[in-house]
């Protein structure tokens, strides 16, 4: 895409965790920033979205099947992540923490736009402001979704995630 239009890309996908090494080996200048949550919660709305996704196009939907296949991703992705950020360099990275997100959304922003060096302005600033007002995380309900529903439990999960925990500060959420 890149030597068809130039200028600055972004990309959103929780899928380049597990290749970093091969993401900045393509885009040595790519600026990462990494939202940090309670990997149990994403396990469940991950595979949450999957059946979902699954059941429009499939008559069967078999979410242990869906529990497994996305545990064993989000396990793979973590620890292949840290493997790959001993290697890499600190600067190419934004750590953030999705609590402070929700609790100072513009405190985040703010940091987001300095790391990759784009000014924000009080234009872009108040039209943020505005369309957060409009458009709350509840505004079209609650997406409800349990590890369980899909044959997992915190239990088990928890300690594939200790050290991913431990080394980004990441926080159990209910």
């Given at each position: ?48 979205m999957?059946a ?30 840290m ?20 609790n ?14 784009i ?36 239990e ?19």
């Amino acid at each position: 895409l890149l030597w068809q239009r130039g200028g600055r890309w972004l990309g959103k996908t929780p899928h380049h965790l597990e290749y970093l090494d091969e993401l900045m080996t393509v885009f040595p200048d790519a600026k990462v920033i990494i939202t940090h949550r309670d990997p149990t919660r994403t396990v469940a709305s991950f595979c949450s979205m999957m059946a979902h996704s699954r059941g429009m196009f499939s008559d069967r939907v078999d979410p242990h099947e869906i529990g497994q296949q996305f545990s064993a991703k989000a396990i793979r992705a973590v620890e292949r992540s840290m493997d790959a950020r001993e290697r890499l360099p600190d600067e190419s990275f934004l750590d953030v923490q999705y609590q402070d997100v929700v609790n100072d959304p513009f405190k985040e922003i703010r940091r987001v736009y300095d790391f990759i060096g784009i000014e924000l302005s009080a234009h872009t600033e108040s039209t943020m402001q505005q369309w957060l007002r409009s458009n709350s995380q509840t505004k079209h309900g609650v997406h409800g979704y349990r590890l369980e529903d899909f044959g997992l439990s915190r239990e088990t999960l928890a300690p594939h995630f200790e050290a991913y925990r431990s080394r980004y500060g990441v926080s159990s959420e209910p």
